[in-house]
């Protein structure tokens, strides 16, 4: 048998390289998001000022100071009817999503609660940052999109979820 040519082997390393490349190049993002999202969860919850009505640093004052100059002032004064349970709510929903995204399980939706903060937080917080792009909530909100649209199939439950389904009916 015959030898297939020296070129053709490195070819076929390289193709498989750029494969695994592609295949895990959502994975960098999606540890970046989960260990923030999880960051700040933890920094909104372990933070007594952020969790009060009113003061230095609350989520009521920032409420009141983003009131109007927001896209969507009636957002704020949901959240202004109730800063405290509006704030841990908020940090649980981070915390959430990011250890869903982290451990890969049900990406697509936490991806999609991520990008709902992050689109509720442009709309509100951020929206009068000029210029646009100075502001960090819309390229979360852009950051988001990828994960929405491929989840997380490699090194992730869904994966392992997917695979033993696979199995399963083989």
Not at 93 to 111: D, H, K, N, Q
Not at 120 to 143: I, K, Q, R
Request: hydrophobic share 50%; glycine share 10%.
């Amino acid at each position: 048998m015959s030898q297939p040519p020296e070129g053709t082997e490195r070819a076929d390393r390289l193709s498989t390289l750029r494969a695994a490349g592609a295949a895990h190049a959502l994975l960098p993002l999606r540890i970046f998001l989960g260990v923030t999202f999880v960051y700040a969860g933890l920094d909104k919850l372990t933070d007594s000022a952020f969790l009060s009505a009113s003061g230095d640093g609350s989520i009521g004052d920032l409420m009141r100071g983003v009131r109007d100059t927001s896209a969507v002032p009636a957002l704020v004064d949901l959240a202004l009817k109730a800063p405290v349970g509006f704030a841990v709510l908020l940090a649980i929903g981070e915390l959430l999503v990011g250890l869903a995204v982290l451990a890969g399980l049900l990406t697509r939706l936490a991806a999609a609660g991520g990008a709902l903060i992050s689109l509720s937080l442009w709309l509100t917080v951020s929206w009068a940052v000029t210029p646009y792009y100075y502001g960090n909530d819309l390229v979360y909100l852009m950051a988001w999109l990828p994960l929405i649209l491929a989840g997380a199939p490699y090194l992730s439950l869904d994966g392992l979820i997917r695979s033993r389904r696979s199995r399963r009916t083989a």
